[in-house]
Nanobody, 115 residues
Framework: QVQLVESGGGLVQPGGSLRLSCAAS????????MGWYRQAPGKQRELVAT???????NYADSVKGRFTISRDNAKNTVYLQMNSLKPDDTAAYYC?????????WGQGTQVTVSS
């Protein structure tokens, strides 16, 4: 069984920065892909960024050039560095991992961008 725990959310002003972390724990025996989704009230869940076991990355058009996804395999942790934040980035952010044949989700961390 694997658990994902997110941290790093909070309230920031437009133009500010945050770094989200997602730590995986449990029985992990292989490399795996990880990613971040977000969901704002009244909106559908949106894929923000992904990173493969080989460190290939992909981003939603809305965050390209502002967000960076990275991973530390020794710590089984994925990060999302968010710069130049906009009010439209306000959402609950969820970490996900594809480990062997199963998909795991974190419980989310709230990011609010407001002046």
């Amino acid at each position: 069984q694997v658990q994902l725990v997110e941290s790093g959310g909070g309230l920031v002003q437009p133009g500010g920065s945050l770094r989200l972390s997602c730590a995986a724990s449990g029985s992990i025996f292989s490399m795996y892909a990880m990613g971040w989704y977000r969901q704002a009230p009244g909106k559908q869940r949106e894929l923000v960024a992904t990173i493969s076991s080989g460190n290939d990355t992909n981003y939603a058009d809305s965050v390209k050039g502002r967000f960076t996804i990275s991973r530390d395999n020794a710590k089984n942790t994925v990060y999302l560095q968010m710069n130049s934040l906009k009010p439209d980035d306000t959402a609950a952010y969820y970490c996900t991992a594809q480990i062997q044949i199963r998909r795991y989700w974190g419980q989310g961390t709230q990011v609010t961008v407001s002046s």
